[in-house]
Nanobody
Framework: QVQLVESGGGLVQAGGSLRLSCAASGLAFTAYSMGWFRQAPGKEREFVAAINWSGGSTYYTDSVKGRFTMSRDNAKNTVVLQMNSLKPEDTAVYSC?????????????????WGQGTQVTVSS
């Protein structure tokens, strides 16, 4: 069974940094897309970033460009979201997700495997 486990969330002050990790098991990590999504209270789930696992190409929503970086660690079977210059509006539960293929990576309903989520809180 494919499992994704996020870690690295926490409480930071505005301007600080957090490094989120998503460890995968039961997944080959080839020909897959991996995505990061977030959901704040009372709001819909929002695309944050995604990576083409095979080629390593990354994609970001406009609000995090220049601040967040998604990367892969093939040896550890892990994807990482490095979040810098955090803002209070980044506060949300962050979840990683996986799917086969590379189409519609911004759409959460195209992913079929999800982690449990990790809370990120940015204080002002």
């Amino acid at each position: 069974q494919v499992q994704l486990v996020e870690s690295g969330g926490g409480l930071v002050q505005a301007g600080g940094s957090l490094r989120l990790s998503c460890a995968a098991s039961g997944l080959a990590f080839t020909a897959y897309s991996m995505g990061w999504f977030r959901q704040a209270p009372g709001k819909e789930r929002e695309f944050v970033a995604a990576i083409n696992w095979s080629g390593g190409s990354t994609y970001y929503t406009d609000s995090v460009k220049g601040r967040f970086t998604m990367s892969r660690d093939n040896a550890k079977n892990t994807v990482v979201l490095q979040m810098n210059s955090l803002k209070p509006e980044d506060t949300a539960v962050y979840s990683c997700a996986a799917k086969r293929g590379f189409a519609n990576m911004q759409s959460p309903n195209t992913y079929n495997t999800w982690g449990q989520g990790t809370q990120v809180t940015v204080s002002s």
